[in-house]
């Protein structure tokens, strides 16, 4: 990781050029021009993310008092938090652009993981977590943690080499995972082969993918396992190992599953914010090399 200052200003010229270059596209808004531009607080949210600050209070805060030479004038949290909201489509045209600039891995990855919103004893009927398209929190099973939750699901779609994130959807708690699935698939070319959970294992999801070119890959079952090479099963279970590894740049490095929102646009935000700021690690790391 680069020293704080220097990737401030490393953000902020990826952020700068791809709006200068409409791979952002920010819709102009009425009235004078802000006195903090745009590129600055998306810049100064992705850094927040790939330092891994929870708060992003405490992190205004900090960058006021530590780095107020880069943004010296800096708004009040409140106007932050409006402005972040309104540009969160910033974040995934961010991505996209990054994205765009590695070649597609041959082999992808798919699955999802919880994205609570609050604690299941607090749940007291509908509430105020509700997204677009009659989305709504929900009541889900979290088999990473072996627990119930209440909130939505993060679906991903990864390169199994780079792990960087090619696709993404916040979907319902219960949410049937061979859907989720289908339709992440459906954003760019099919892959060649596809690895995935037990959750994603049935024949009619893998003859659909079959006819479109792709070989799907699920987890052996214990019958299976009986019969499977013990190298085979290592290396089934590595790959596999990768895309937790990437939920858990997402969820705990980066601060994902304690999001600190308190509506559905607050969420889709930080979540988009989290996984523009992940493609630029995962690109960054790529270029040096590094798995």
């Known amino acids: 990781m680069l020293p704080t200052e220097d990737l401030f200003v490393y953000v902020y010229v990826l952020v700068d050029d791809a709006i200068t270059a409409r791979a952002i596209d920010i819709p102009p ?10 590129a600055e607080l998306l810049t100064i949210t992705l850094v927040r993310h ?7 209070a405490g992190f205004l805060a900090e960058v006021a008092r530590d780095w107020a030479q880069l943004f010296p004038r800096l708004p009040h949290q409140s106007e932050v938090n ?3 909201r309104w ?4 974040f995934e045209q961010l991505r996209a652009a990054l994205a765009a600039g590695l070649p597609v891995d041959d082999c992808a990855q798919v699955d999802t993981t919880a ?6 004893s607090r749940v007291r009927g509908p509430d105020g977590w509700v997204g677009p398209n009659e989305l709504h929190a929900g009541f889900g099973r979290d088999a990473a943690h072996a627990e119930w939750f209440y909130g939505f699901r993060l679906a991903i ?3 199994l080499g780079s792990r960087l994130v090619r696709a993404w959807s916040i979907v ?17 070319a099919p892959p060649r082969d596809l690895l995935a959970d037990k959750g994603f294992n049935g024949r009619p999801f893998a003859t659909a993918q079959a006819e479109r070119g792709t070989a799907v890959l699920t987890p052996p079952t214990k019958a299976q396992r009986a019969h499977m090479p013990g190298w085979l099963q290592k290396v089934i279970a590595c790959w596999r ?12 490095r980066m601060e994902l599953a304690r999001h600190g929102a308190h509506t559905f646009w607050g969420l889709l935000t930080r979540t988009a914010a989290t996984i523009a700021a992940h493609a630029m690690l995962r690109i960054h790391l790529a270029d040096l090399g590094v798995a």
């Open 172 to 188: 319902p708690a219960a949410a049937a995972e061979r859907e989720v699935g289908t339709d992440l698939l459906e954003a760019g």
């Open 29 to 38: 808004r009425p009235g004078p021009a802000p006195a903090c531009s745009d």
């Open 115 to 120: 994205l609570p919103v609050k604690h299941p």
């Open 82 to 84: 409006r402005r972040t």
């Open 50 to 56: 790939l330092l891994g600050r929870r708060s992003e």
């Open 241 to 252: 190992n990768r895309i937790e590894a990437t939920f858990g740049e997402l969820t705990d």
């Open 157 to 159: 779609k990864t390169d």
């Open 87 to 90: 540009l969160w489509a910033a």
